[in-house]
């Protein structure tokens, strides 16, 4: 018996010895320790043994086993050990190698014009509030001193969701989300999406960018609205730009101007960029009409303020001398980034 079982250990060994791959190892774990392996085949034959050589018998059985197991688990730690190894070095990293570009696309002249204009007023203390692009009839038109009948509610017909909500046409509704709150003084600008029935060409999209400005505190005068525009002008298109006010109407100012900057193009010569006047319109402006003033609680012999209207697109268009608005809209990204 003892004979027997050492041929198995030798043969285990040997076997061991010629394995390669983990695998093998494990055939041969089954073969010789396993269920139907060489050794239970031992333990069976039991039966056979003279009752007082079995503990003996079994005794060494159990040694061979350890044995077999022993030199198993080394084998095998030492495959382990080579397979890492060689992992190692198939994956080694070669950090001199150029990186490969992640193509993340390329900022907006959009963006990056509301953040410019954002961070002048910023500067000067303004607060930056974001309005709903879903209004009510009474936030963008009613409670900016357009009632129902009045033909200024004609010319920015838009997008109506029921008789009561509509996709707003102007940011100026915001003015009064903020008026109605009451936290006095106001100094804020509202930038967003606004929405109107146009039909799409070289300067008109029926959805497109708005920065609204609103200003309240007591003996606000067209003085601090002139100043204010024209240090903003100053800050957007450069020291030397002039700035001029044309009188205009708007429901929710009075008096109300539109604003042109001096062409930052020509100086002022005249030339294709300005159409030959020297001048180009950025924005519309204007002192609160005191009925909007009134319809937010405020009180208009207390208080005044003026507001203004800046065209985003306009401004982008502008700075960065695009002639067709279409191309700001289709985010080709080989147009975005010459920006
Ligand atoms: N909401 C106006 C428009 O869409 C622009 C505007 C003009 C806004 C004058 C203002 C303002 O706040 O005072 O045409």
């Not at 044995?67 to 990293?93: F, Q, S």
């Not at 999209?205 to 002008?233: R, Y």
């Not at 700035?243 to 930052?264: G, L, Q, Y």
Request: aromatic share 8%; proline share 4%; net charge negative.
């Amino acid at each position: 018996m003892k004979e027997k079982l050492e041929q198995i250990k030798k043969e285990a060994i040997e076997q061991i010895a010629k394995s390669d791959a983990l695998d093998a190892l494990n055939d041969v774990r089954v073969n010789f320790l396993g269920k139907k392996g060489e050794l239970t085949a031992v333990l069976k034959g039991m039966k056979d043994v003279a009752p007082e050589d079995r503990p003996k018998v079994g005794q060494l059985v159990n040694e061979t086993r350890a044995e077999i197991e022993r030199i198993l688990e080394e084998a095998t730690k030492k495959l382990e050990n080579i397979k890492r190894e060689m992992t190692m070095k198939a994956e080694v990293i070669d950090v001199t190698l150029p990186a490969k570009k992640n193509i993340v696309g390329h900022r907006h002249p959009n963006i990056t014009t509301q953040e410019e204009v954002q961070n002048i007023f910023i500067g000067m203390g303004y607060e930056v509030i974001e309005g709903p692009e879903i209004e009510t009839d009474y936030y963008n038109f009613e409670a900016l001193n357009i009632p129902a009948d009045h033909p200024a509610k004609d010319e920015q017909d838009t997008f109506y969701i029921n008789g009561e909500y509509l996709l707003r046409t102007q940011t100026s509704g915001t003015q009064v989300h903020v008026m109605e709150k009451g936290n006095l003084p106001i100094r804020m600008i509202a930038p967003g999406r606004v929405f109107r029935s146009d039909e799409v060409d070289a300067t008109h999209s029926p959805s497109f960018h708005q920065i609204e400005g609103l200003v309240i505190d007591k003996h606000i005068t067209f003085a601090d609205l002139k100043g204010t525009l024209a240090e903003f002008a100053k800050e957007l298109f450069g020291e030397d730009t002039k700035v001029r006010f044309r009188p205009h109407h708007f429901n929710f100012t009075e008096p109300s101007a539109e604003m042109d900057v001096s062409c930052f193009k020509c100086g002022g010569a005249g030339c294709r960029f300005c159409k030959g006047t020297g001048w180009i319109e950025i924005l519309g402006c204007g002192l609160v009409h005191p009925n909007v003033l009134k319809m937010s609680k405020i009180d208009p012999e207390e208080y005044s303020g003026f507001a203004f209207g800046i065209g985003l697109e306009r401004i982008a268009l502008l700075k960065y001398e695009i002639d067709d608005m279409r191309l700001l809209y289709e985010n080709d990204v080989r147009f975005l980034k010459q920006f």
